[in-house]
């Protein structure tokens, strides 16, 4: 492809992307293709010759998009939004064509520094004091990683990263049973081995419950384990619960125990200072992870890790090459140096983007909004006389089921799964389903910057046909 075929079909799928973005609630949400379906129409073998870029995309229309399942969609409220924006989108693709390969500061200045500008910012846009600093990762599930393979380095002096685990205090984790599962992978990966997560139980808005935090590590300690790291949830993945962040801060901190806040959906609430109540405590932990990419309409994958202390996870990572010394290196940030891997994206690009073109106060409004909504439907299904809220909604997530007080507990679960595949049948709405308690929960979370009032009534008005539907 030359210059001036390039420039021709850019122009051209660009007309396409607004054009999607124009009609995107005309695709079905999900899609109805079967296991195989996709597959089976591509080809077993890659082509010798070059193909013709027209009968590419040709196929792309074709063979690709009845396989997509629409998170652009406002009528996608299942699982937690990944909710692009205009702005994001731009900033992406300037990010692929630049080809920024950020590693260290020599290798792109400006996508270091304005990463770090950009860590400043939403700093302060979540109310966090200057104490904290930090760098953009990919998903939470890394920044986590990255505060339980520090907690351990700090406990065990860096030996581990030295010798291994021979010889080592037998550490434990700890986190309640609505943690996300990045951290029972985590835990794998880092070698604690998956016996040496600790889950607590929750209370009845499915939080953390201190006192048994503390009676477990207690009892630990009793018998020759170290604690090592608590993970408190601003928002479970499950529920949106809150846990109670300052007692278990106080626990951590008369224990010496590292204290992370998984904030990776429900932090973006703490842009609108109205709803920091959730973040009580948050002052007392050592690290945070909260993703842009969910609730905040940056592309996926931007996720901020901020910590206290970096001196003490870039000497967990740092492994200095001759080949990557540069002049530089003791006046910047190195950000290989602050997560995993080596190579690194130019993530700040569409995350300055998104933070200019909204502005802060749309951004506040936005998601204020949604909250608002999600608690005005919360109230409409409380008063409904055949369903029933299963979880409070501090935020904008709503976990409830169908329930006419006729059916007994497995009756119900069989009558909300049969729904659920019935509403997402439709195509106008897909929402998902957690269990709470055994009982088999609807989950419905609209966050999409386009969002409106009407997006969700509609999505109430279809579930109420739905089930009466399915009751006749």
Known sequence: ?????????????????????????????????????????LPLEFPDNPEDFTAIFKDFEDKIM?????WESPNFLAYFPASKSKPSILGEMLMSVLGTQGMVWLTSPAATELEDRMMEWMRELLGLSKEWTGSIQDTASTGTFNALITAREKASNFQINDKGFFRMPKYRVYASEQAHSSIDKNVKIAGFGSQNLVKIPVDQNFAMIP?????????????????????????????TAVDPLEKIGEIAKKHHIWFHIDAAYSGAALICPEHR???????????MVFNPHKWMFVNFDCSLYFIKDPDLLKQTYSITPEYLKTDADEEVNNYRDWHIQLGRRFRALKLWFVLREFGAEKLRSIIDQHIKWAQELETEIKTSADFEMLAPVPVNLLCFRFNNGKMNEQELNQFNERLLKNINGTGKIFITHTKLNGKYTLRLVGGHPELTKGHLERAWGLIQKSANDLLS
């Open 66 to 70: 009845p396989g997509i399942t629409h």
């Open 277 to 287: 109540w959730m973040s009580k405590g948050l002052e007392m932990a050592d690290s």
């Open 1 to 41: 492809m030359d210059i001036e075929e390039f420039r021709k079909h850019a122009h051209s799928m660009v007309d396409w992307m607004a054009d999607y973005l124009e009609n995107v609630e005309q695709y079905p949400v999900l899609s109805n293709s079967k296991p195989g379906d996709i597959k089976a129409k």
């Open 211 to 239: 006192e048994k935090l503390e009676e477990r590590i207690q009892k630990d300690i009793d018998s020759g384990y170290e604690p090592l790291f608590v993970l408190g949830a601003l928002g479970t993945t499950g529920t």
